[in-house]
């Protein structure tokens, strides 16, 4: 179970109508939607991961300290919710080391794992895991094995893997089916919001049951929050945005029911490629 903590105006769908410089003066919902979600899980008593933007971490110190406290695992979202095909190597640096930084003191715990903005680690950007690894992250979760319009590398390998470039780097892509040519996402987001429940969860047991590997899902404190307010984007970006958030945080706590779930740490300790781990040469999935 992982959660990108960011609020409603960060997402990249309004990047042009919320400037950053405005973020400051929006009403912020992030940290009341959160303590729902810290609600929902200690009701059912399971741990997650949550990438925690650093803007939000500045601001908000102790909702980092408050997730970590209550046995979660702190991860990064990066620092401003910019796109990493948007930045230089130089830019990006800066802004998961930022990042980093800010989420580890404000938890008192090592930060291991990212997890980009949009999902925006596609083959423009894969320098990015080299600047990863160069930062001291030891996972990344930010390669979508589909097609989309804004993200995705649709040969990508779909179970975590390991990466190895010159260090090891474990990858641990949002879950996929396999349908003939196609992976088709079914963990999570706006895949879970807007269609049906039914479609999740015959996904994620597929994946259980016959690959015999764990599903990665992803959700947003925003998406249980209908009383948000409206911004007002383009039509297909409203769609994706808005539709049945009333729904989801009773879908969530039915996926919680149907569903045992844990950390990103705990899931690649348990399933994964390890995370300490020498480099082997010729590890390579494909060479980039
Ligand atoms: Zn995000």
């Known amino acids: 179970m992982t959660v990108d903590v960011e609020d409603y105006f960060h997402v990249s769908v309004f990047d042009g109508l919320v400037p950053r410089h405005s973020w400051e003066g929006m009403e912020s919902r992030v940290c009341a939607n959160t303590e729902r979600l810290l609600r929902i899980f200690s009701d059912s008593g399971i741990f997650a ?25 702190i991860a990064s979202h990066g620092y401003g919710h910019r796109l990493v095909y948007d930045l230089t190597p130089r830019a990006f640096r800066e802004d998961v080391r930022r990042a ?19 999902y925006s680690v596609t083959p423009r950007s894969l320098w990015a895991l ?26 990508s390998p779909r179970l975590p893997y390991r990466l190895d470039r010159g260090a090891a780097l474990v990858e641990a892509p949002a879950s996929t089916i396999r349908y003939g040519p196609f992976n088709l996402p079914i963990g999570g987001g706006g895949y879970f919001r807007i269609l049906p429940y039914a479609w999740t969860r015959w996904g994620m047991r597929r994946l259980n049951e016959v690959e015999k590997a764990p599903a990665i899902f992803y959700l947003h404190p925003w998406e249980i929050d209908p009383g948000q ?9 409203r769609f994706r945005h808005y539709f049945n958030l009333q729904r989801t945080e009773s879908r969530l706590r039915t996926l919680i029911r149907d569903f045992r779930f844990s950390t990103m740490r705990a899931l690649l300790e348990t399933f994964g490629p390890p995370l300490d781990v020498e480099p082997v040469m010729g590890a390579l999935p494909y060479v980039w």
């Open 49 to 73: 991961t949550f990438f925690v933007l650093g803007w939000v971490a500045e601001r908000f110190p102790w909702l980092v300290q408050r997730i970590a406290a209550e046995g979660h695992e």
């Open 100 to 118: 980093k930084s800010l989420l580890e003191q404000a938890s008192g715990a090592r930060v291991d794992g990212y997890r980009a903005p949009s």
């Open 130 to 155: 080299d600047v990863l690894i160069e930062e001291g992250y030891r996972y990344d979760a930010s390669i979508f094995p589909i097609h989309h319009d804004r993200y995705g590398i649709p040969i």
């Open 229 to 237: 307010p409206r911004l007002a984007a383009p039509p297909l970006g």
